[in-house]
């Protein structure tokens, strides 16, 4: 996770988890480690099992008003498209899904299955860089913040040598948790 005001950049969690996105109020971190959503507390407690959600790709993100509501991706009933859907946290279940994909959803869902995300005024993307660790040529990727208007993009997550993929901003637009890969 990155602090956008001081930089300070945090390693709370390990295992593998993917997808992560804040909680409306900020104070935690829900992410996915296999079907699986995780609460991860950042003041050091042990992440906890909220549910498991069969077919679940990855978390978009938490609906404002209501924290429980969450958007997610999934597999549809015979594995073969991956369709959007409201996963409700108090019930621990899939309480929507379209009923067919239509051709909005057939363009949603690559954007959404993606890294770039944009908040009003701020993007999040994920670029490759390249450069040399030990005398090796190494490849990585790197999360970068642009405010529209404000000069250039700037790196958050300075992975080198690993990868880091998956941001997501916090309500309050001061922090961004990603997911930092091992180095390759």
């Not at 978390?59 to 959007?84: K, S």
């Not at 946290?89 to 690559?110: A, G, I, K, N």
């Not at 490759?128 to 990585?140: A, K």
């Amino acid at each position: 996770m990155a602090d956008l005001t001081t930089g300070v950049r945090l390693r709370f969690a390990h295992g593998p988890y993917r997808s992560p996105i804040f909680l409306s109020n900020g104070q935690a971190i829900l992410a996915l480690s296999g079907n699986n959503l995780i609460q991860i507390h950042q003041l050091g407690a042990e992440p906890t099992l909220v549910a498991t959600i069969p077919g679940v790709v990855k978390l978009v993100g938490a609906h404002r008003e209501d924290p429980n509501q969450l958007l997610v991706l999934i597999t549809d009933a015979d594995g073969e498209a991956i369709r959007p859907a409201v996963f409700d946290r108090q019930e621990r279940r899939v309480v929507r899904s379209p009923p067919q994909q239509d051709q909005t959803e057939q363009r949603l869902v690559p954007h959404l299955l993606g890294d770039d995300r944009e908040y009003g005024d701020r993007r999040l993307s994920v670029r490759e860089e390249h450069g040399e660790v030990e005398g090796v040529s190494v490849t990585w990727t790197d999360v970068f913040i642009e405010t529209a208007g404000v000069g250039e993009a700037r790196n958050i997550s300075r992975c080198r040598p690993a990868s880091c993929r998956q941001p997501s901003l916090s309500p309050d637009g001061g922090r961004v948790v990603y997911v930092k890969g091992t180095g390759e």
